[in-house]
């Protein structure tokens, strides 16, 4: 059983940053494909970026894309979410996702087996 614990959510004006972090307990951290997602109220869950377990293919939704960064370090077992130029609509819950292996599909949330608990990011106008 893997365990994902999400950190760095907050409050932050528009245009402004956050990095967001994804710890894994998983010593074999390295095997799994991670994925980003959102969830706005009233809203189903969304793909925001992905990366392969390899780290070498990345996914971006494209309302985030060239302003969102995913990244991963395998030494410390967590994946990063990067956010630039945050906009009052990328106010949501931020779920972190792991998947053993392949992720043939990125943007289903069914294709990921692990999931955190979720971290708040809101951005004010």
């Known amino acids: 059983q893997v365990q994902l614990v999400e950190s760095g959510g907050g409050l932050v004006q528009a245009g402004g940053s956050l990095r967001l972090s994804c710890a894994a307990s998983?010593?074999?951290?390295?095997?799994?494909?991670m994925g980003w997602f959102r969830q706005a109220p009233g809203k189903e869950r969304e793909v925001v970026a992905a990366?392969?377990?390899?780290?070498?293919?990345?996914y971006y939704a494209l309302s985030v894309k060239g302003r969102f960064t995913i990244s991963r370090d395998g030494a410390e077992n967590t994946v990063y979410l990067q956010m630039n130029s945050l906009k009052p609509e990328d106010t949501a819950v931020y779920y972190c996702a792991a998947r053993d292996g392949l992720l043939a599909e990125p943007t289903m949330p069914s294709e990921y087996d692990y999931w955190g608990q979720g971290t708040q990011v809101t951005v004010s106008s």
């Open positions: 998983e010593r074999t951290f390295s095997s799994y494909s």
């Open positions: 990366i392969s377990w390899s780290g070498d293919v990345t």
